[in-house]
């Protein structure tokens, strides 16, 4: 083969690969001071330069800014030493457009070994990086409110700078009653609400702090300001007077509440920064369950006393769980007497628990446990065959009492079995239904079409009704007539506190009562003037100590020899 020849087949070869290069990646040649010597059409195309506008221009002409000067120094480090430089670079078009290239930059050397000019290989990536900035935010952003999420909220806290002396506080929201919009009017009723919810958190923070959602209506704020307590409050007086203001979707007017936890603590200078953060928030979500069982709309700062009640819960919920079947649950009984001639005609049952490990724990502090964990449904029932038994039992042996009273849960009340349930029970200790009565709050009948029906259900069984705490809740007039209930029971607040406005509440619940023609009982009566305020009254039947405290089934019966 020729010189001739096996130079052609050279030059071909060349050709092919210019043409090769051209067709499929960005190319552009500089000389050693970045002065741009050739660029290819694809070149041109993405920057939206012509080639006489590139050519002679230094590189930096698509500079986009979004590089620190930092990484191109490393870059022009990496390739003045002769050594090939790979990387990702964002550009600017002429026209304003970004764009994203994958680039290998290759030196040319001279006899000294050094670079003469450059040879840029570029691969046009715009796309790939759209996708991938679409999945950082799916990964990293709640798709409902656009906060940070979980994942975005870990990486946060993985970036922070430790400071000297910092302190940091955390701040655990969690709307109250939320879930009663979902049920009501429907999770994308609901959706919107918590959307509208975050643009307010947003507008009362500012750039420093930093907020997400950690998912349901639960959110999370850390202030980085090192504010004062005073600064703290400003900031969730503020966040819960805006998200208190009411919600419109459509033509529906909603309004919720927040409870806020507030948790602050010195940032170690030691240790793992995410388990500070993860104790911080830990605490905060302690406040937050105090200032949502005082009531919620309101915040509370954590402390120490509170961590002692949390443990005490936690322990309360563990052992709640197996407590039936060590039957360590009990049934006492408190008289109701008869005022106007102080006979007892009747008894409220009431649960007591004795705890193997935690000892005697009040009813306040476990049955809300049992109606979270809907423990409160079997464990109702138990209760309503326990009762029914007992009296059963009195019967049997001559003490003739009118009724025996058992309060109802909200959440049994609603149960679908809850008739069918009291059907059974009846049905096994032979007791007759008008010797039954069950009481329920005044919260069980806002849904006046659900327990209206069950109401009449357990009248048309021969069950009797009563309001219990009457006066404490939401009940209205116009309540009170469309259902059949047979007793109101004075909450004891109003017979505790007898002074001229007291009682003019609880004179006025008892006439109301009569003019209704309902039974009234007023409950915590327990000295000779507030037995002789409600004989003057002629209120119908009371309970409290003045008469006895709580007392088991065979102190009953001794009590009633007594007074039956």
């Known amino acids: 083969m020729s010189y001739t020849t096996k130079l052609d087949e050279a030059h071909q070869k060349l050709k092919d690969i210019e043409f090769a290069l051209d067709a499929s990646s960005i190319v552009a040649i500089t000389d050693s001071k970045g002065i741009i010597q050739h660029a290819n059409d694809k070149f041109c195309e993405i920057s939206k330069y012509t080639l006489e506008e590139l050519i002679g221009s230094n590189q930096s002409i698509v500079n986009s800014g979004f590089h620190p000067k930092s990484f191109f120094k490393d870059m022009w480090k990496t390739i003045g030493t002769g050594n090939v430089w790979r990387g990702e670079i964002k550009n600017k078009a002429k026209d304003g457009d970004y764009y994203w290239v994958d680039t290998t930059i290759v030196p040319f050397l001279n006899a000294d070994g050094k670079p003469y000019q450059y040879i840029a290989i570029r691969y046009n990536i715009t796309t790939r990086k759209k996708y991938e900035a679409y999945i950082e935010v799916m990964a990293y952003t709640d798709p409902l409110t656009k906060l940070p999420n979980r994942n975005q909220f870990s990486k946060w806290v993985d970036n922070q700078q430790k400071e000297p002396n910092e302190t940091a506080t955390a701040l655990f929201l969690d709307l109250d009653r939320f879930k009663s919009i979902n049920d009501n009017f429907g999770h994308a009723t609901g959706d919107i609400v918590l959307t509208a919810v975050a643009d307010r958190l947003r507008a009362c923070l500012r750039e420093s702090d930093f907020i997400s959602r950690q998912g349901g209506d639960e959110f999370i704020i850390i202030l980085r300001n090192d504010d004062c307590e005073e600064a703290i409050e400003q900031i969730a007086d503020n966040i819960l007077q805006q998200l208190s203001l009411p919600y419109q979707v459509g033509e529906t007017q909603l309004f ?70 060590r039957n360590e649950f009990t049934v006492v009984y408190q008289p109701i007497v008869n005022l106007k001639n102080n006979k007892i005609v009747g008894a409220e049952a009431l649960i007591r628990w004795n705890n193997r490990k935690l000892g005697f724990v009040g009813p306040s502090e476990f049955i809300p446990v049992l109606e979270a964990n809907s423990l409160i449904i079997p464990i109702g029932k138990w209760i309503m065959a326990t009762v029914c038994s007992q009296m059963k039992f009195w019967q049997e042996k001559g003490k003739l009492m009118q009724r025996i009273c058992v309060n109802v849960s909200p959440i049994q009340f609603k149960d679908r079995n809850f008739i069918l349930d009291l059907k059974e029970i009846l049905n096994e200790t032979m007791l007759d239904a008008s010797y039954l009565e069950i009481e329920i709050t005044e919260g069980t009948i806002l849904d006046i079409e659900n327990s209206s029906k069950t109401i009449r259900e357990l009248k048309d069984l021969g069950i009797k009704v009563s309001i219990d705490d009457f006066g404490t809740g939401y009940s209205s007039l116009s309540y009170l007539k469309q259902l059949p209930i047979d007793t109101l029971k004075i909450d004891k607040s109003f017979i505790d506190d007898l002074d001229r406005d007291g009682e003019i509440i609880a004179n006025t619940i008892i006439n109301m009562g009569k003019n209704l023609n309902f039974r009234v009982i007023a409950e915590g009566i327990e000295s000779e003037a507030q037995l002789k305020y409600l004989v003057n009254q002629k209120c119908h039947e009371g309970q409290g100590y003045y008469f006895s405290k709580p007392i088991t089934n065979s102190q009953m019966m001794d009590l009633f020899n007594e007074l039956g």
Do not use: W
């Open 256 to 325: 919720t509440t927040a409870s806020i936890g507030i948790s602050r603590a010195i940032v170690p200078t030691e240790g793992s920064r995410v388990d500070f953060v993860d104790k911080l928030i830990k605490n905060a979500d302690t406040a937050m369950y105090h200032a949502k069982r005082h009531g919620g709309n309101q915040y509370c700062f954590n402390t120490a006393h509170q961590n002692i009640v949390l443990e005490r819960n936690y322990q309360i919920d563990l052992e709640i769980k197996q407590a039936l079947l």
